[in-house]
């Protein structure tokens, strides 16, 4: 979640971790959790009221409603109060997407349910108020989940946060790890040794797409793109981690589609942010009666160049989806689906949350130009304090 949030009382020191490929160590957190980061010298900013005394909160804001990450800063506004059904939140970190870069430019189209003003759709945080008929959670609980950009979120959009995740953790999963299953699972329709390809790899929602499509999707094989060398040895080393099963591509320098040829392959499933200079190759790479899930168009939604012909006669099905346009009941129930199928993956390591940064709330232009010039591999994070990454 990144705009609207309780900051703690007291001065935060904030780790700053960065993911280092070359000399990544991933250790067991508590003897059960994998995470793949180090950490850099620690930095204090000042400290930032919970509760001003107009009844008022810090948050991050858009000057204007839209423009340039220079237009972000640091305003207040008034503290939600939980609706029925609804918990506040006390936000303690909060992980950085795509989508929230597109909004700020005025570019997102907006669910109804969503705010106007201020981006964000996933944290992790500390319960501080309930509303009438929530009953699953209580004043003090750690949470984490999807929301619509409030600290107040529906109790069934929300997952206990497990003592051994970090706040920084527990708040890269919602909106990566649930885009990616449901691309996956609920819309791709993967099946057991299906063959995948993921388009930017590197990616928060890359990274989760191939883990989940390893680990879960139990595929033959999995291919995945990214811009530079050493993303593909980041995907192949720290997220693979060597398994046979996978291959990234730098897309700069090999084509995609032939290399899956070379393997006698093709895919069932591809998994696209990039839309229109990626058609003709996506459509080449697929098997009969592959499908295409479409996440993003960053290249474009005008295929001007496209060969339909072949989608025709291999029987293709080409597919766009948005998670943060689904309503209540889907959104639940994909979390329920990715807590029984996917959470335990994670917290007994076989799964690892790849977090590429974490920037404190003074930093979030910082952050936003860090994933903007697609510096990051793997989830840009906010908050967090000492010893959290």
Known sequence: MSVRALVSTTARTVARTRIAPQATRYTPVSAALATRAFTQPQRTFSSTPRIMADGNMKCILIKDGKGPVENLYMGEEPVPQPKEGEIQVEIKAFGLNRMDIVQREGRYPLPPQA???????????????????????????????????????????????????????????????????????????????????????????????????????????????CGTNEKVKFLNDEIAKGDKRFKAINYRTQNFAEVIKEDNAGVDL???????????????????????????????????????????????????????????????????????????KILDGKMVIAVHEVFPWNEVQKAQKEMQDNKNSGKVSIGGRRGVG
Request: positive net charge; proline residues 3%; glycine residues 10%.
């Open 115 to 225: 705010s106007k003003t201020i981006l964000g759709v996933e944290f992790s945080g500390t319960v501080t108020k309930v509303g009438d008929k929530a009953t699953k959670y209580k004043v003090g609980d750690a949470v984490f989940g999807l929301t619509y950009g409030y600290i107040c979120a529906n109790e069934r959009m929300c997952l206990p946060k497990p003592d051994n995740l970090s706040w920084v953790q527990a708040a890269a999963i919602p909106e990566n790890w649930l885009t990616a299953y449901q691309a996956v699972f609920l819309e791709g329709n993967m099946k057991k040794g299906a063959n995948v390809l993921v388009h930017a790899g590197a990616s928060g929602v890359g990274v989760a797409a191939i883990q989940l499509a390893l680990d879960v999707g139990e595929a033959t094989k999995v291919y995945a793109t």
């Open 270 to 344: 591809v998994i696209d942010f990039v839309g229109k200079n990626y058609f003709n190759q996506n459509i080449e790479a697929l098997n009969r009666d592959g499908t295409v899930v479409y996440l993003a168009f960053l290249s474009g939604p005008v295929f001007d160049k496209a060969n339909f012909g072949p989608v025709l006669y291999k029987r293709l099905t080409l597919k766009g989806s948005t998670l943060r346009s689904r309503d209540l009941e889907y959104q639940s129930n994909l979390l329920g689906q990715f807590e029984k199928n996917a959470l335990p």
